[in-house]
């Protein structure tokens, strides 16, 4: 099977009330983890790259490492997903370049310009047999490096996301409900605005919504990070069964990337610390591409739902 694009994995999401996992690559460790756990699991999944992943690995060597993943596991629906695209230019990069599905966040800008970028990039795309996600509303957190104070988080109004979708044609919308990026999302008690995502989902029937921003941060990851030599204190996500619930509305699409490091990360000092003696890193990163299918593994059962679902 070759790459996918998510048209049909967000339809039986949908009708199925579960989501799909879309988790952030940057490495063959982390791919070769997220694959193995889609298999055993037997669910579709996305991978996807940020700027930031393609800048680090490069962008023909994520095409290609995802291309030989599912050369190995044929029976496996993935898509591969530009996350967090900043502009047309990027955009039509990655679409050139084999992406499967690109998002455009126009959410720093205002509605219309928002509109017009995205329109452009639908159309770019949907010439070239690819589909488009767009955001509108604006998280905070950070996302590659960049930081939007909480002040700045807006909650995405539902009578603006039908328009734009109608204006935009783009084939789903991250919104912002709650969630938000990084390991640092909340510094009181965790919030999802369910009536406001009922609200688009009621606009915009059987079409698929995107989650942002929606780790965990599950507390036992950061303990092990911190136990063997980390710094991560203060970190809060958001609840697992709070993202459940999402998954069987409108959410078709949950994005997790924090966990993995998390879990990635622990993994390895663990192993580091452990085994002092070790200089080999086919052994400290073995362990943490088992970390890695650990988790998306959990994800895909607790969080997004989807296990055993192709």
């Known amino acids: 099977m070759a790459l996918t694009d998510t048209k049909e994995m967000f339809r039986k999401a949908y009708e199925g009330h579960y989501a799909i996992g879309a988790f952030n690559v940057n490495n063959m460790e982390i791919i070769q983890g997220i694959m193995e756990a889609a298999h055993e699991e037997q669910s579709a999944v996305i991978l996807q790259a940020s700027e930031g992943a393609r800048k680090y690995a490069g962008s023909p060597y994520i095409v290609d490492l995802v291309k030989t993943a599912v050369r190995q596991y044929p029976e496996i629906p993935v898509a591969l997903?530009?996350?967090?695209?900043?502009?047309?230019?990027?955009?039509?990069?990655?679409?050139?370049?084999?992406?499967?599905?690109?998002?455009?966040?126009?959410?720093?800008?205002?509605?219309?310009?928002?509109?017009?970028?995205?329109?452009?990039?639908?159309?770019y795309a949907h010439a070239h047999g690819v589909v488009v996600e767009a955001e509108l509303g604006r998280l905070a957190g950070v996302e590659d490096m960049v930081s939007v104070d909480a002040k700045d988080a807006i909650f995405t109004d539902p009578e603006e996301a039908a328009e734009f979708v109608a204006l935009t044609g783009c084939d789903s919308l991250a919104i912002a409900i709650g969630?938000?990026?990084?390991?640092?999302?909340?510094?009181?008690?965790?919030?999802?605005?369910?009536?406001?995502?009922?609200?688009?989902?009621?606009?915009?029937?059987?079409?698929?919504?995107?989650?942002?921003?929606?780790?965990?941060?599950?507390?036992?990851?950061?303990?092990?990070?911190?136990?063997?030599?980390?710094?991560?204190?203060?970190?809060?996500?958001?609840?697992?069964?709070?993202?459940?619930?999402?998954?069987?509305?409108?959410?078709?699409?949950?994005?997790?990337?924090?966990?993995?490091?998390?879990?990635?990360?622990?993994?390895?000092?663990?192993?580091?610390?452990?085994?002092?003696?070790?200089f080999d890193p086919r052994s400290y990163l073995k362990a943490g591409r088992q970390a890695v299918k650990d988790m998306v593994s959990h994800k895909i059962q607790a969080v997004v739902g989807s296990s055993h679902s192709i």
Do not use: W
């Open 81 to 123: 997903h530009l996350d967090h695209g900043s502009c047309f230019e990027v955009c039509k990069d990655c679409i050139d370049g084999g992406f499967t599905s690109v998002m455009f966040d126009g959410s720093k800008h205002p509605f219309e310009e928002n509109v017009r970028i995205t329109k452009q990039v639908v159309e």
């Open 179 to 278: 969630t938000s990026h990084g390991a640092y999302k909340y510094s009181g008690e965790p919030y999802l605005d369910y009536e406001r995502l009922e609200k688009v989902g009621k606009l915009l029937p059987n079409y698929p919504i995107v989650l942002h921003g929606a780790s965990t941060v599950i507390p036992e990851y950061v303990a092990k990070c911190n136990e063997f030599g980390g710094k991560v204190l203060g970190a809060k996500g958001v609840p697992e069964d709070m993202l459940r619930k999402a998954a069987t509305m409108a959410v078709c699409k949950i994005n997790i990337d924090t966990d993995i490091r998390l879990a990635m990360t622990a993994a390895i000092r663990e192993s580091l610390v452990k085994h002092p003696e070790n």
